[in-house]
């Protein structure tokens, strides 16, 4: 049997009712807000990725999906959707836009890490991007989107806050931060000490015990912000406080993208485990540059479609509504004009569905039961409408039988 690839997964109908339940909240919290949907290619060029998120990041040099177009190219599977967001501002033209330009996503990406509880090689993510704007109201507004989405969704998540400055501060405490590592390599991982001069700041991100015992005495990129940016990060909590949106700081904080300025968060959930990530994001004034555009400064988040599902447990799905079943007897006239009164049916607005697995009546009759159909019609020599919550039924020629249901009067 030919199974779908490990780290990725089939969508099935129960699955797809919650991610529509997820989507119809997206789609009101964000747009309530202003923000517009888009959507970006699978592939991108390779360049993009390189150059945005940072060609040191895990994603860039073991996580990505790359592949020759046959003409030379490079192309890769988009693992993370912020930067593509960018570009498609600078190809079209968005700066011409009253600003902030204000975007969502829900989209697929792709990451070649080792599948885990709620991660996968193939997932999904919510995102929202507010390009054209450095006012600290931006990052605490997204910061409450996303609060009120997991809200919504019943996930249970606490906030951690913190700030990475500007790239020019994190070059110095880089520096520093590189001169404690070397001083205390006995007290790193392997993995650690490898990329000390790679990505000094993930050893703050390692799971190895001893590491992050070594890394409770390093020094903290909060305590070396220059007054701008401790400024604008004050700013933030000061609105966050006013929101009632309770967080915590974290100035041990790292994501694993290089394009990350100022404001950065993370929404986390006991309910996940190990891995009780559920979304974040933060500032990235300096990424559109970066990949060729003017400079902008610019704020964001992701956040993992499986997994806020997975923490958000059970949520209210409704049922599919059947206005009308028509059931046949045996004759091939019937069948035909069954199909004609279906295809009526649904032309006139209402949900209809046919007999279509050659079932006897009385297994079609129990399907339309098991369907909680509103209405069943019974086509043959002569048609009877069945109303199934008044339990009445009654003769009448084909031509009512939609006429009647749309008035919704009683057949008897």
Not at 36 to 47: C, H, Q, S
Not at 111 to 129: D, I, K, L, T
Not at 399 to 407: C, E, K, M
Request: proline share 5%; hydrophobic share 40%; glycine share 8%.
């Amino acid at each position: 049997m030919i199974q779908v690839p490990k780290g990725t997964f089939d969508v099935l109908p129960d699955d797809a009712a919650r991610r529509e339940v997820l989507e119809a909240h997206v789609k009101r919290v964000l747009g309530a807000a202003g923000y517009l949907r888009i959507e970006t290619p699978t592939f991108e060029a390779t360049e993009l990725f390189a150059r945005g998120v940072g060609e040191s990041t895990d994603i860039v040099q073991k996580e990505m999906y790359s592949f020759d177009d046959g003409a030379g190219r490079s192309l890769t599977l988009r693992p993370e959707g912020t930067a593509p967001v960018c570009r498609a501002y600078i190809e079209h033209g968005m700066h011409k836009l009253p600003q902030p330009v204000k975007l969502w996503y829900l989209s697929s990406f792709f990451r070649a890490e080792a599948p885990q509880r709620g991660r996968y090689r193939q997932f999904w993510q919510v995102g929202a991007e507010a390009i054209g704007s450095a006012a600290p109201e931006v990052d605490a507004e997204l910061i409450v989107l996303l609060a009120e989405l997991l809200d919504a969704l019943g996930v249970r998540a606490r906030l951690r806050l913190a700030s990475l400055g500007s790239p020019e501060t994190r070059a110095a405490y880089r520096e520093e931060l590189t001169e404690f590592l070397r001083a205390h390599s006995d007290g790193l991982s392997g993995e650690v000490r490898a990329r000390i001069e790679l990505n000094p700041m993930r050893a703050f991100d390692a799971a190895d015990t001893r590491t992050q015992q070594t890394m409770r005495d390093a020094p903290k990129l909060l305590d070396r912000l220059a007054s701008e940016d401790a400024e604008h990060f004050a700013a933030v909590r000061a609105l966050l406080d006013d929101a009632d949106v309770p967080y915590e700081l974290d100035p041990t904080l790292v994501r694993g993208l290089d394009y990350y300025t100022r404001t950065l968060f993370e929404f986390t959930s006991d309910d996940l485990g190990a891995q009780s990530g559920v979304g974040g994001g933060g500032r990235y004034d300096r990424l559109i540059e970066q990949i060729g555009g003017a400079p902008t400064p610019a704020c964001g988040w992701a956040a993992g479609v499986e997994r806020m599902l997975l923490a958000a447990g059970e949520l209210p799905v409704a049922p599919e509504l059947v206005d009308l079943f028509v059931a046949v007897r045996s004759e091939e006239g019937d069948r035909r004009a069954a199909f004609s009164l279906v295809r009526q049916a649904r032309q006139a607005g209402l949900q209809a569905q046919m007999e279509l697995a050659g079932r006897s009546l009385k297994g079609q009759l129990r399907h339309a039961d098991r369907i909680r159909a509103r209405y069943v019609a019974v086509v043959g020599e002569t048609t009877t409408l069945r109303d199934a919550e008044a339990r009445e039924e009654r003769e009448l020629t084909l031509a009512d039988v939609i006429p009647t249901i749309l008035r919704g009067s009683r057949l008897s």
